[in-house]
């Protein structure tokens, strides 16, 4: 996706979305977010909209927000019937502090330039660095500005605008419970047991926000694992298995970079196989970044993995492998 983005040959996806369950979704792990959702137009929320490139932005931006700013953030959420698109407004104090510059690390010597600033413990939030999340605006066929006021105080306010296509109609919630051609023809059984294990918190949570509500995790039992290290896998292969019953689907990343110094890579492929040793029957998928043929081949060498999927595929791809591999396999095992 963000070699896409990059690139520029990344291709919008609008499917309908409740606006209202996406913030939720995405500020439910964050203290000190004040939200405000004006819905006059959109009624209860829903609009059809790019959600993955929606929820990116809101996640990177109120990260930054939280980071860089004062601890606390506004957030407001409007649909612009003149412009058909939805806006997100972040707002927070700017938290003024020293920072260094390291020259070794700048692309730049202009001191205003957000490359030339050296990560400090709190960095002054005028410097915090939001090409990426205009990047994923632009993606999206959107736009994004960063400007600065000042309050009643005095005090130096930062707020942040992106702005995304989004369409709405009169019958946008009876759409909602449709197929728009936005979801595969075949479907999964509802409420699957899914474990998913990936080295990147922001990919983690991208599939539990998206890729489990697209595919009707059951939320309850499906586990998301973010290993720090080889006890946390070890904790993680055990949820595979309990409580009972088993996870029907389990998402491996290939190469698992663990956070602890010195920790050598682990290969979801062995990890496949060790499930497989332990008497896992369920779909075993890897998600990776690298997927050309070679590579699948090398992937499925041994039998464990029953699809491999890209990182670069787009939620919608992605959900049609998995369900596709799913109902294969689920009907090799009934004959």
């Known amino acids: 996706m963000l070699v896409e983005l990059a690139s520029g040959t990344y291709r919008t996806n609008l499917s309908p979305v409740n606006v209202q369950n996406l913030v939720r979704g995405t500020v439910e792990d964050k203290d000190h977010v004040d939200v405000s959702i004006v819905d006059e137009t959109i009624g209860i929320g829903t609009v059809h909209v790019d959600e993955t490139m929606a929820w990116v932005v809101l996640e990177n931006a109120m990260n930054n927000a939280l980071e860089h700013g004062d601890g606390k953030v506004s957030l407001l959420v409007r649909y612009n019937s003149n412009t058909n698109s939805i806006e997100f407004t972040i707002e927070n104090k700017v938290q003024e502090g020293e920072y260094k510059r390291d020259r070794s690390m700048s692309l730049t010597d202009d001191p205003d330039e957000p490359d030339s600033i050296l990560r400090s413990k709190r960095p002054p939030s005028t410097h915090c660095g939001m090409r990426h999340v205009a990047l994923a ?199």
């Open 137 to 335: 605006c632009q993606g999206a066929g959107g736009t994004s500005r960063l400007e600065f006021s000042s309050d009643e105080m005095g005090e130096r306010i930062a707020v942040f605008t992106a702005s995304m296509p989004a369409i709405v109609t009169p019958s946008c919630l009876e759409e909602a419970s449709l197929n728009l051609g936005n979801e595969p023809v075949m479907n999964l059984p509802r409420m699957l047991k899914i474990c998913a294990l990936d080295d990147s918190s922001i990919i983690c949570k991208g599939i539990r926000q998206i890729l489990f509500k697209a595919l009707e995790a059951d939320y309850e039992t499906s586990v998301v694992c973010c290993p720090r290290n080889a006890s946390d896998v070890t904790t993680f292969m055990d949820q595979i298995f309990s409580p009972p019953p088993s996870a029907e689907i389990v998402l491996l990343d290939q190469n698992i970079d663990l956070g602890d110094v010195g920790a050598p890579r682990m290969l979801g492929t062995n990890l496949a196989d060790e499930l497989r040793l332990r008497g896992y029957e369920g779909l075993l998928v890897i998600r990776s970044a690298n997927t050309t043929v070679s590579d699948d081949n090398e992937y499925l060498r041994s039998g464990s993995v029953d699809v491999c999927i890209g990182k670069h595929e787009t939620q919608k791809n992605a959900v049609e492998l998995i369900v596709k591999a799913y109902i294969s396999k689920n009907k090799i095992n009934d004959d």
